[in-house]
């Protein structure tokens, strides 16, 4: 079996594939109505919040756009924070919808540094809503929400945050935190298939959505909202993942947060003890090393992309490159998910034997 472990997909278990391989059902029916309210409760108690949950077909990027559109008008200022591929991707969004983008960068590999945060606010009376991305999955960073949250909140802004590749597997208390729109994606920590975004909605978020004007009709939050109180999406639901999100949600609650993070947070370790054990250096520092991936400067003078391409060849083992700027600067082993520690020893004994061949040596 093939070892997958870059951020999403992820693997599934059995019981999950299982579940993928059901018959269809009515989607206007009640046993899909069952299913929907069960997956929301679930979500709810790995979101931390008792905020409104809405369940949306298409991929994380499509739930990216629909925060934006939702929540915004074309002419508003927003705080984009940003400190890689995804937290542009989000400011890309709000751009092209017509939102007056005030970009906030930190250079990739470096952590949000929430008192530039507040300076930036301070300096941007205007600013209706800070865009943020929890965990950076392009650098493998987590940004301190819980501290940029609360500089957020002193000053009363919006708070849209995208968590595709934390929630469910690094601890995000979404109301705790103050976060008024979250955005997940089921093939990253959730055990389930690509094809849901899931959105948590807090007060204040409904109140900015009543006035958002950036056109919307696919992605409406208020329509999503009406349906999923009769138990019902507004267009046809990728069924086959609700029913794999439903099962790789009792999973996850069978072994419980605490211990999904602490799970997460093992794996993690034992990824960036074992790389650096080889002479390699992590591309971020432990403080803000992400949970769910692990992203390794690739050594100078080894070609990573031949590098990888053996690893998949010879050892069924997959890692994931790096993107734009970063692309053949360093490599990112995914670890979300249903992942345990003997996925991450596997790729460090493949790594042990691959990259001397590729003529790395180590100094350590
Ligand atoms: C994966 C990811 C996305 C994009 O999700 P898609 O499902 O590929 O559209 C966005 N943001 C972050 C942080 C991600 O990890």
Known sequence: MQNLRIPGP??????VLKALSRQMINHRGPEFKKILVDVTDKLKKLFQTRNDILLLTGSGTGGMEAVIVNTLSPGDKVLSVSN?????????IAKRFGAEVV???FEWGKPVDPDAVRRALQAEPQVQAVLVTHN???TGITNDLASISSVVKEFGKLLLVDAISSLGSIDLPVDKWHCDVTVTGSQKGWMAPPGLAMVSVSQEGWQAIAKAKMPRFYWDFTQAKSDADKGQTPWTPAVSVFYALQTGLDIMLAEGLPNIFARHARVAKAARTGV?????????????ASNTVTAVTAPDGIDIKKVLKTLEEQYQIVLAGGQSRLDGKIFRIGHLGWVNEADIAAVIAALKVVLPQAGFRSTT
């Open 10 to 15: 992820t693997p599934l278990p059995e019981e």
């Open 103 to 105: 970009p906030l960068k």
């Open 276 to 288: 650096r054990a080889l002479g390699l250096s992590t591309f971020a520092e432990e403080y803000c």
């Open 136 to 138: 950076e999955t392009s």
């Open 84 to 92: 890689g591929a995804f937290g542009d991707r989000f400011a890309n």
